[in-house]
């Protein structure tokens, strides 16, 4: 497998979009998360925007986004996590700041070939390209894949399940940390969704009730009033550090 950056190769956007997106659609109304559409990353940063190529055939993307970290002000990585990160990289661009760490954002596997380490060899390749632009960080808002079948557990906990191997329980941390990856901290409100009941209804299929509401897709129930009319997702994330 090779892999390419936008910035060599743009005729790859479009195989590297089909390759899927963000999983349930409750997930594309995050307003921070819509400063970082694919096409737009691709505009701003395409020396970070990585497609694996097998042969021909692309399987995998992984993008990244610059940050200016650590500053004076920005000593640990942010409780907002995700969206956090986002929000930085926005701040930095507008502001004209140098960065010093490539924070890892997106990483999409075509649906035939996952399980089969692809995942590892686009976040490798993305780990290298930090490195190759000589920055000093390589950070990650990991969403465990797996805590979608416990959302009723605290992330906190979820992330001390181990296998029998000594490895992490959930899959997409397992990944990580095969590569190296080191915990840092868990980010409690990586992202935030709201919108009315008659718009959970429609992302979901769900008719929400006071209180938590579990959806598919979601790592944490939906926290809901019917008297506000309004649902909440607040999603943790957990940062992890690879070293460079």
């Known amino acids: 497998m090779v ?17 899927g997106g963000v999983g349930a659609e409750f997930m594309r109304h995050d307003p921070v998360g819509g400063l970082t559409r694919a096409r737009r990353l691709a505009r701003r940063w395409p ?28 000593t640990e990585l942010p409780d907002h996590g995700w969206d956090g990160a986002i929000l930085w990289a926005a701040q930095d661009a507008l502001d004209e700041r140098t960065p010093a760490a490539l924070c890892a ?19 490798g390749a993305l780990r290298d390209r930090a490195r190759e632009h ?8 990991v969403r465990p894949t797996g805590k979608r079948e416990h959302p009723l557990v605290p992330m906190a906990e979820y992330v ?23 915990f840092v901290k868990i980010a409690p409100f ?5 919108g009315t009941l008659a718009q959970w209804r429609e992302w979901t299929g769900l008719a929400l009730v006071d209180g938590e509401n579990e959806v598919p897709g ?22 992890l550090e690879h070293p460079l």
């Open 105 to 123: 954002l997106d990483v999409q596997v075509a649906q035939a070939r996952r399980g089969q380490g692809v995942a590892a060899t686009a976040l």
């Open 190 to 194: 990586a992202m935030t969704i709201t």
């Open 134 to 141: 000589g920055l000093g960080r390589f950070v990650v808002p």
């Open 160 to 182: 001390t399940r181990r296998r029998a191997d000594g490895l992490p329980e959930d899959p997409w941390l397992r990944t990580h940390e095969r590569l190296g990856a080191c």
């Open 47 to 74: 020396e970070f925007f990585l497609v694996v190529l097998d042969g021909d055939e692309p399987v995998a993307r992984a993008v990244g986004i610059p940050l200016a970290w650590p500053t004076e002000e920005r």
């Open 3 to 19: 892999t390419h950056s936008l910035a060599d190769r743009p005729d790859l956007l479009e195989p590297a979009l089909a390759l």
């Open 218 to 239: 979601g790592l944490v129930p939906v926290l809901a009033s019917v008297t506000q009319d309004v649902g909440v997702y607040v999603e943790p994330n957990v940062w």
